[in-house]
Structure formats: structure tokens, C-alpha cells
């Protein structure tokens, strides 16, 4: 298993959309090199031949019957929105204007 | 003997004989509430008026001489993980400090059926990922036995107002042990049923494939009777599983003659604090007594459970959180300059230290090159552990360990070392892994004073002979009629 970098971890933070600081950065390396060492014991074990388990039950597709039913109302939806605008979610602009 | 400190079933009792009145009940909540949460700090949110309009409510049916549901009337404390309809569910994180959800969880709704009152909603770590309540961004909570340490966690605070009285009975979230742990800390009896057992709705996902909400109660009585209420297929939820659902009080027989118990050795190893050791051989001894036979058996990847847990629970939160981006809801930072700055803003000042160190642990056992090495791997390790269950259960009906490695620890003692705190769920993640039904109930106290909880374990969907062992010693011991001095 690998060792993991101050570039590596600013990279996953990228990843996470997450940005530290310097030193933020210094101590998350620290703490999960520190916890990767310790996940690392799982190598001991031999698992070529084991299938992996995602979930406990047998279960497979799960369908619903085909039928409208009342959803949420608009103003309930978006009544938790930071910045709701005309009906929709306000975000900052995306689309450059140049 | 006040109202606050009677267990649901007796209260059903005395509501259905009119002896006393939900509002009465309700009152003699808040009462104790005044007195002592100030001390406790279990609850982030009150959430009076609506209680005593449910209470009042359910006066009427009593009083029209209606059959009640066993929960009518009760007052019960929610953990702030479980969306309830316009009332704030934050999960104790600052990202949703103005959340108000415009639905019910099915359990939520479930429990109105009941006609419950609902006190409040209760602390716990940030997004259920802790051990020790200490994460939460709002308040630490005290455990009542000594309010110098710390409640367990993640589901401290709905562990703790059982504990103190402040509520009847709560709803926790058990992921790796968030139930169990914090229930033998706080000497109150708390649930994990199978996975799959109750839906999900509107429980805030940390783990998606881990993640049950149950009970904490005075009694085991009170624990089956709330399984009752919550349980059940829904078609909200996918992974809830279609199976019947038995009337739990069924189960509360005192006879646990020909029952057949297994004591797996890899959990009374090292770093087993030698009392709790004790009282759980104790309780062990007092069970065989009661007519089961004892075996010792072995889960021989006990040990690879939490390092299994630290990257599957953390892999799927981080796929989980990505939604608090500060669109939809939550906390939005100010003045982002584009929309990535926004998302990488908002994520940063709205989440706190714990959650962020998971989000990165999981982002990076997810991310291209690692994912085989990481991810499937514990996927596989995950197989090995529930096949050691699944081999066990074909020769015994109950496995019985301590619930935690330790009493409870003082409130600070380790927030420095997130391994040392990952180690606390060492008894409590392996069962979790296979989807297990699991109960911690009181079975006796530390020299200092601190309670001690006794886990059993059975195969999935067998919540009703759990029930029964933890009935029968329930019946013949005395622990869980300890109360602290608070």
C-alpha cells in the first residue's frame, strides 16, 4: 500500500473539493499516513480468491410501479436554498461572458 | 417516584388507567430537563410546544376510552441525524445549522402513527462520526454516571437523555457501533437491529451500507416495544428488506433453557480493561446459570474489522457528503469568487475537523490507482469477517462479548489521536460489517462507578432470541435498575 505526500493529500482535497491550509495540510498527511499504516494490516491477509461484499442482503433491482404521485412542493424544496432565485437554485455564474 | 424516571410500558399503564395524564408525563420531562440538562447537555434542540400539543392529543384518545398504542403519549428524544418535518435537523454540523426538513423520516412518521410526543432532538458527533459525542459542532455532552467523561457516541446524546431521564426512550443511528457503544457507556439498553430491518428515509447517510437507526431504553420490555413501532419493509427505501415483521414482545420470555451461547476468545484480548472483563464474565456465568450452554468459539478476523471500517464507512460518506455543496441547502460561504471556489469554500468552513479527515480518507480509497488497493480490499476483508459470523451461527444461537473495550473515558483524553478513538469501536464494528442484529444491555459497574455493557449478537433477522437472552438476564438481574446520582 502506498505512503501518502503533502502533494497527495492536496490533491485528494482537490478531489473532495476541500482546501487547506499549510499547516492543515501538514497534519492531515501526518494523521492518515499514521491511519493508512495502521489499514495496512489488511495485506496480511490472502484474498486473491474472495469475492468482495458491497452489500449484506441478496438484494437485486428494486422497482416501483409506474405511478405519478404528488412530489414536493417547489417552495418546500426550495426553502432551504441559500440563495433561491425565480423558482430555481441561485449559484455564482458558470458561463464566462468574454 | 417521579413520572420521568418509569419505564414506556409502565407509564402505558398508568395513561390507560388514567392515572395520570400525557401532559402531566410531558411536564414532569421538561421538569427534569430544567433540572439537570444544563448539567447533561444532551439535547440540541426543544421542542416543547409541539410536545405538549402531541401530548395533549393524546389525552383525547385516552380519555375517549380509545385502544392506545403501547408509545401513545410517551415522550421521546430523536437524534439529529433523523429528518423531522419542520423542525431543524442539523446533524450536529455547522454545514446544516439551518437545516428544516420538509418531510418526516419513515420512522418519524411511523412513530406518529403511535401518537408519541416528541421532546427534542439530541446531540451527537458531526454526521455520526465519532465515538465520543465530542465532534459535535455544538455542545459537548456529559455522560450522567460522571459528567466528567464522555457519553460515547455517536448517538451520545440519545444515550445520554435516557440515562438522565430526560426522555423515556430515543432513536439512535448505528453505523460501527453508534448505538451499542454509547449505550453501555451510559448503562441504558440500546438496539442495532439487522440491516435492512428499519428504512433509512430520511436518515442523513454517513454509511450507506452500514447505517441502521434504533432504540435506546430503560428496559428491554421498552426496547421491543419501539422495534415494534419502527420496523418494517418501505418502499421509500430499497435495502430495506421485505421479511415479516414479528410482534417483538413475543420475545420477552424469561427461559433461556437450551439456548447455546458463544464467547469468541479474539474479544477478551488485549486492551480489554480488566473490570469490564470481569462484569461480562459475570453476566456470561449468570446466563449459564439461567439454563444456556456456554462455548468458546473463534471469529478469527476480528482483528481486520476496524481497519476494514476505516475505508469502507469513510469511501461511502465521502460519495455521501459531496452533496453539501451550499446549493440546495445547508450553509453557503459569502462572496465565493466562481462556483468551485464556492464548493470548496462552503465545504471547508462548514465542516469540522473529523468529517473532513474521513471525507479525505474515502475520497482517497476511492480515487484512480487506490481503489483496488483500498476499497475491494476491505470488500473482501468485510466477506471473510461476516463468513466467520455465518460459521459461528451455524453452531450457536447467541454471541455474547463486552459492548466496549472500555468504561467511559474522560471528556478530552483522546481527541488528540483519531486512531486511539477509531480503536473504541473495535468490540462493536465486526457485527456491523455482517449486518448483525445487536443489543448492549447493562450487566454491572466499574470500581469508579461507571457502567459496563454485555453485547449479543445473533444471525440476521433473529432480533427475536436476542430479545429473549437479554430479557431473561434482564429479569434476573438487577443493573439496569441502577440509576446515577445526577
Not at chain 1, 502506498?2 to 498527511?29: C, M, Q, Y
Not at chain 2, 439535547?43 to 402531541?54: P, S, V
Not at chain 2, 456456554?294 to 469511501?315: G, R, W
Not at chain 2, 455493557?453 to 438476564?473: I, K, N
Request: net charge negative.
Amino acid at each position: 500500500m502506498a505512503t501518502i505526500t503533502t502533494e497527495g493529500v492536496s490533491h485528494v482535497a482537490n478531489l473532495a473539493r476541500l482546501e487547506f491550509n499549510e499547516e492543515e495540510t501538514k497534519d492531515f498527511t501526518e494523521q492518515l499516513a499514521r491511519i493508512l499504516d495502521y489499514i495496512g494490516k489488511l495485506n496480511e491477509l490472502d484474498t486473491d480468491d474472495v469475492p468482495p461484499t458491497s452489500h449484506i442482503h441478496p438484494l437485486h433491482n428494486i422497482t416501483k410501479a409506474d405511478v405519478v404521485k404528488t412530489s414536493l412542493p417547489r417552495d418546500a424544496v426550495l426553502s432551504n436554498a441559500p440563495e433561491p432565485e425565480e423558482g430555481y437554485f441561485g449559484v455564482p455564474r458558470v458561463i464566462d461572458t468574454e | 417516584m417521579s413520572l420521568y424516571q418509569l419505564t414506556a410500558h409502565e407509564l402505558h399503564d398508568k395513561l390507560k388507567a388514567r392515572e395520570i395524564t400525557a401532559v402531566e408525563l410531558t411536564e414532569s420531562v421538561y421538569e427534569r430537563i430544567e433540572a439537570v440538562e444544563p448539567h447533561v447537555k444532551g439535547y440540541l434542540t426543544l421542542t416543547k410546544e409541539i410536545a405538549l400539543e402531541q401530548a395533549g392529543a393524546a389525552d383525547v384518545g385516552f380519555q375517549n376510552g380509545n385502544e392506545m398504542p403501547p408509545l401513545a403519549g410517551i415522550p421521546i428524544a430523536i437524534k439529529d441525524v433523523i429528518c423531522t418535518k419542520d423542525v431543524r435537523t442539523t446533524c450536529a454540523s455547522k454545514i446544516l445549522s439551518d437545516f428544516v426538513p420538509p418531510y418526516d423520516a419513515t420512522v418519524m412518521t411511523k412513530l406518529h402513527q403511535q401518537g408519541v410526543v416528541m421532546i427534542g432532538k439530541t446531540n451527537m458527533d458531526e454526521f455520526a462520526m465519532g465515538s465520543s459525542t465530542e465532534n459535535s459542532a455544538y455542545q459537548v455532552t456529559h455522560n450522567p454516571w460522571d459528567l466528567e467523561t464522555i457519553p460515547g457516541g455517536s448517538s451520545g446524546g440519545s444515550a445520554a437523555v435516557v440515562s438522565a431521564g430526560t426522555a423515556i426512550c430515543s432513536l439512535g443511528s448505528d453505523t460501527g457501533g453508534s448505538i451499542r457503544q454509547p449505550a453501555a457507556l451510559c448503562g441504558v439498553v440500546g438496539m442495532k437491529p439487522t440491516y435492512g430491518r428499519v428504512s433509512r428515509y430520511g436518515l442523513v447517510a454517513f454509511a450507506s451500507s452500514l447505517d441502521q437507526i434504533g432504540p435506546f431504553t430503560k428496559d428491554v420490555t421498552d426496547c421491543a416495544l419501539v422495534l415494534n413501532a419502527i420496523c418494517g419493509n418501505d418502499e421509500m427505501d430499497s435495502t430495506s428488506v421485505d421479511v415479516p415483521v414479528p410482534d417483538f414482545t413475543q420475545s420477552l420470555i424469561n427461559d433461556v433453557q437450551g439456548l447455546k451461547i458463544g464467547v469468541p476468545k479474539e474479544y477478551f484480548a488485549e486492551g480489554l480493561d480488566s473490570e469490564v472483563a470481569d462484569c461480562v464474565h459475570a453476566a456470561i456465568g449468570e446466563l449459564e446459570k439461567l439454563g444456556v450452554s456456554v462455548e468458546e468459539i473463534s471469529l478469527p478476523h476480528t482483528d481486520y474489522a476496524i481497519a476494514t471500517y476505516y475505508i469502507i464507512a469513510p469511501a461511502e460518506a465521502s460519495a455521501n457528503l459531496a452533496r453539501y455543496d451550499g446549493v440546495r441547502y445547508g450553509y453557503r460561504t459569502e462572496e465565493p469568487a466562481d462556483l468551485i471556489n464556492m464548493y470548496k469554500k462552503t465545504r471547508s468552513e462548514g465542516f469540522g475537523q473529523e468529517v473532513k479527515r474521513r471525507i479525505m480518507l474515502g475520497t482517497f480509497a476511492l480515487s484512480a490507482g487506490y481503489q483496488d488497493a483500498y476499497y475491494r480490499k476491505a470488500q473482501k476483508v468485510r466477506t471473510l469477517i461476516k463468513s466467520d459470523f455465518d460459521a459461528a451461527f451455524d453452531k450457536v444461537d447467541v454471541i455474547a462479548t463486552p459492548t466496549s473495550p472500555t468504561p467511559a473515558f474522560k471528556i478530552g483524553e483522546r481527541t488528540a489521536d483519531p486512531l486511539q478513538m477509531y480503536l473504541c469501536d473495535v468490540m462493536t464494528t465486526p457485527a456491523s460489517h455482517a449486518g448483525l442484529p445487536g443489543i448492549s444491555v447493562p450487566c454491572g459497574f466499574v470500581e469508579s462507578g461507571l457502567p459496563v455493557g454485555l453485547q449479543l449478537l445473533a444471525a440476521p433477522f433473529d432480533e427475536e432470541t436476542l430479545l429473549r437472552v437479554a430479557y431473561t438476564f434482564e429479569q434476573n438481574t438487577e443493573h439496569h435498575l441502577q440509576k446515577p446520582a445526577i
